[in-house]
């Protein structure tokens, strides 16, 4: 056997036990580090040691030392107090021991409440006495020495004091007895740092006297007093409108005075640093004022947790523009201290609104209201700097949005995560960042914003922005002026209320920016004057030669430029047109005679237009093709705004403000309009991000409203609206497929999907032609019969069709009871058979034919005004509208219901019907508030009423109105409130707009919606809503009937199929056709309706008729002697419904065969005059 020790090799000579060398290296290794570790140990444990000593001895001797200075203090009655007594027996000690026990523990013990009030008033009393060797202050001007420690201990004073206002809480068991403590540590500060207090101060001293006082200001404001972050907790503790905290029962006076105190320290840095030239003072203001927007301008609702009279001090221009100036040279540093800002203390949910929001709240608060701290007061605070207040508050309003947009983006997101995992428990480890909700702290907060919906607020800047305007186009300029920060520019405005309609919407959803809008919609001429500067860019070859127009569109490299605001475009006047042809000439380089079109100030206006291909490109704005992510900042918040609130002005315009009055836009302005923003949606929808959305949802509001006013009564060429997409349009085929794709997704978020093609047909489907979409219609059909047809829903011909026996006197009853029930089947074939009134059935078989006369002749006598279900309206079109007297019908609103599936059938089979509806009523089913200015389309006569009562010039009073409305139903009156309360309510001139409005909602939305809702349901069981969306109400209209009740002869001889025999030239056709274009309109109408059981034309002419429309030789020869005795053929024509053929003998002579064909489409048959 091998020797085990022959293989190691001995590395220290003989021993026991050899090692490998690695082994050896390793153990030597962990030896080096445990004797490292054991002196590291060592040393901890001595450091330690020597810690503990140094606070147990350090204590031991602070408690001997207070009670040697609490023997001290209670002998008061015999000792000499002086100032030296006060600085080296009363001051030194009590500051080392109260250092040691309490300002190191960051807690106030009872045991030292009572020495720190001892303490206090000593201090208080001498300082208060006029003898000099008795002051404390006089040693801050006797020698080097009493300087040295009198602004040594006066710092330490000062920061004991702070940290006892920042332990005031009232919540706290003692609450009295500390509010007691932080008043008199209050009044020691003032007095400290006020030389006006220091009674024993003489004349030739008070220079050395201003020099400590300021030098203790300094440290006043510095970090080591902490004075603004212990100012911040105290103003916490004070009552706030949103706290569920107790409120206190401190006395009042103590709790006034601290507050004062505070409110007075805290201003005092600013009043040294603005008399300070020195320049250690000039460079701590921005410091001071840093410090001062972070910590107490953050503090939720500040003003309203303040007594009243000091609100005006806190509006003070030597504080407000400091902050304001620091927080525009400094706003990145700032934002991020404000974002880390503690907001542990409050009892609030903070995060809700971030600490930049009530910086935002405070500002504006600060800034307006009077001295009664009104915010109705109806101006700024005087003296006030507004170009530096809008500055800021855009910094700060902007940062706002952004964090509130991140968070909204955060909590959608995990919405659409709680979606998709519905079995899953919600986290709780969600960061409170993400905690947005709308309750009454944002209400309150929103509430502080109020100031900026006052009219005044708005119009006090705008003048100064004419007033700034005048000032640049002087020759002169002050050196005031150039020493500012920035002057007020139009701009400025436009983002300050971009901002402020975005927060007011995202932190008030239900009722959103309603206050700001109206403000901003019934300023008189400040859309005017937004509209003419975004004129200049959006049309530049407007301006005029020698005069330099306002540009307000900074662009990154370059400021705004100089102008007046006050040169406000005037609408209205006669050159209107002749301008805006010469900037389509500059645009487009056409010539005059190319464009042609005339307004008309008509109640009705009825423009000219010339439509041809060229003229697209004047209508297709070129600045804002590349969409809301393409223009500039400040381009877009000019667009949001002007879009926003003329949107919101547009609700409430009547037509004849809208068409006679021009106001505030002339016809010519208004095609302008509609011409940017059509651009603008339509390539908005390629590129649209999250920072995009407000514009784009501003700008589609504003542009439907638009379209509608148009689609109603015409002041647009129809080519402005097809301009955007003339030459990047998509297939049919493609746009519908992608819609249809688009529109099965939308179970996901609509922030999470990109925006394309199916965006643009949903939301401006009215840059596709009529025609397209109608196809387009058609093609959601076919896809939609192919999608039934692969879920077995259609198997074959003839396979799940519905067979229905209908009488001919019992249609609409017959129709009812077997076909009510089947909801979406009814998309499936029809089969039916006819009783005659003689109850007989009728001979025939339904390939198609049958189902359309039963779907048009239904709809023609339930719709009838007999039958009780619809009414006509009292316009010259007699259009359908729900009859209000059908609730009380038996089975009125179901019949309603059924009616609407009825429209669904024809709709979805392509049949036209005889009857068009009312524009308000196709609103409702294409899912569109009516407002005020529709009303003229369904009852005239009221609508001229309201128009008197909205421009009555006397007392509304005498009217004698009230906010009711009477109906009339069976011989019954009906009296309806119009608001709760409403019999009791008189309309006056403060009110009547809101009883116009009343009126106009009841009668266009209120009154039909029950009839409007049962119809849609029954619609939508065969049409999908984003089917029908692809149309406006006339479109729908004409969707459904046709539009003209005639019919085109030549487009119908050139889409006519021959068979028999017949041919285009044979003698009976041409006879046929001279007697066709001889017919009256009904006359061809009813022929139509013979032939194809349909009395209208399809919709794209003949070419799209299935099958074609085909006349068939019905060979009737009769003897020669019979022709020259002028006899002719006494068959009557017939007709083939389901394939669309007519049956025509061979007649010889015009006379016969019109009045043969008269006879027959008169006749009410088909099949049995074969």
Known sequence: MDDPRKHQVSLRGASAKEITRDALLEKVSQERELRQYARRATAAALFIQRVWRRYRVTKMVALE?????????????????????????????????????????????????????????????????????????????????????????????????????????????????????????????????????????????????????????????????????????????????????????????????????????????????????????????????????????????????????????????????????????????????????????????????????????????????????????????????????????????????????????????????????????????????????????????????????????LTDLLAIVNEVGHTQGSETMTPKGLECLGTLQLLDIVHFYSYMLRIFSFLNPRVGSLPVLNMLSFTPGFLVSLWGSLKTYLFPGNGCKGHKPYDIIRNASSSGKDGDFGKRQKHGNNDGVKKWVSVLHKITGKSQAEIDYTDSHDNQPKPRFVDNEDSLDVWDIEPVRPGPQGISRDMSCMLHLFCASYSHLLLILDDIEFYEKQVPFTLEQQRQIASVLNT????????????????????????????????????????????????????????????????????????????????VITTTPHVFPFEERVEMFREFIKMDKASRKMAGEVAGPGSRSVEIVVRRDHIVEDGYQQLNSLGSRLKSSIHVSFVSECGLPEAGLDYGGLSKEFLTDISKAAFGPEYGLFSQTSTSARLLIPNPSARYLQNGIQMIEFLGRVVGKALYEGILLDYSFSHVFVQKLLGRYSFLDELSTLDPEIYRNLMYVKHYDGDVEELCLDFTVTEESFGKRHVIELKPGGKDVTVTSKNKMQYIHAIADYKLNRQMFLFSNAFYRGLIDLISPSWLNLFNAGEFNQLLSGGNHDIDVDDLRKNTRYTGGYSEGTRTIKIFWEVIKGFEPEERCMLLKFVTSCSRAPLLGFKHLQPTFTIHKVACDIPLWATMRGQDVERLPSASTCYNTLKLPTYKRPSMLRAKLLYAISSNAGFELS
């Not at 000099?132 to 040693?139: A, E, G, H, M, W």
């Not at 949802?697 to 301009?723: G, K, T």
């Open 65 to 457: 030392l207070r009670e040697e200075w609490d023997k001290c203090v209670n002998q008061e009655a015999g000792l000499v107090i002086t100032a030296a007594w006060i600085s080296s027996n009363l001051v030194r000690p009590f500051l080392f021991f109260i250092t040691c026990l309490s300002i190191r523990h960051r807690s106030i013990k009872a045991t030292e409440v009572d020495s720190m009030k001892n303490c206090f008033q000593m201090l208080l009393e001498s300082m208060n006495s006029t003898d000099s060797k008795k002051n404390y202050c006089s040693l801050a001007i006797g020698t080097c020495e009493e300087r040295r420690v009198w602004g040594y201990q006066s710092r330490k004073l000062i920061s004991l004091c702070m940290f006892v206002l920042s332990e005031c809480d009232k919540s706290r068991l003692g609450s009295q007895e500390i509010v007691a403590l932080t008043s008199l540590a209050m009044r020691v500060v003032v007095v400290l740092t006020d030389v006006k207090g220091w009674k024993s101060v003489k004349e030739h001293d008070c220079q050395n006297a201003e020099t400590a006082v300021k030098d203790l200001v300094r440290f006043l404001g510095s970090g080591e007093s902490s004075l603004y972050s212990s100012i911040r907790r105290y103003i916490n503790t004070l009552d706030a409108p949103c706290s569920s905290r107790p409120r206190s029962s401190v006395q009042t006076d103590d709790r006034f005075l601290i507050t004062a105190s505070t409110i007075t320290l805290a201003f005092r840095p600013f009043h040294v640093s603005k008399f300070d030239i020195n320049g250690i003072g000039l460079l701590d203001v921005h410091y001071i004022a840093e410090k001062y927007c972070v910590f107490l301008l953050t503090i939720p609702w500040l003003t309203q947790r303040l007594p009243a009279v000091l609100i005006p001090a806190m509006r003070h221009k030597s504080v407000l523009q400091p902050c304001f100036q620091t927080l525009l040279i400094l706003k990145e540093k700032i934002l991020k201290e404000m974002l880390a800002v503690n907001q542990s203390t409050f009892h609030v949910f903070p995060k809700v609104i971030p600490p930049v929001g009530w910086a935002l709240a405070n500002i504006i608060c600060l800034a307006t209201g009077g001295e009664n701290d009104s915010v109705d007061s109806g101006g700024f605070h005087q003296e006030l700097d507004c170009a530096s207040y809008v500055h800021a508050v855009n910094t700060l309003a902007e940062n706002l949005l952004s964090r509130l947009e991140n968070v909204g983006s955060v909590q959608e997101n995990q919405d659409l995560q709680s979606d998709v995992k519905t079995n899953e428990k919600p986290s709780c480890t969600v960061s409170s960042e993400t905690e947005i909700t709308h309750g009454p702290i944002e209400l309150s907060f929103l509430d502080m914003l109020r100031p900026v919906s006052q009219q005044w607020h």
């Open 680 to 759: 603008l949606v339509y390539n908005g929808f390629s590129q649209m991000g999250q920072q995009g959305r407000p514009l784009m949802e501003s700008a589609v509001r504003c542009l439907h409203l638009i379209y509608e006013r148009d689609c109603r009564h015409q002041f647009c060429p129809p080519v402005l609206w097809l301009s955007p997409a003339r030459k990047n349009r998509p297939p049919i085929a493609v746009a519908a497929r992608t819609h249809e794709v688009l529109s099965a997704n939308q179970r996901s978020d609509d922030s999470l999907t990109l925006p394309s093609i199916g965006s």
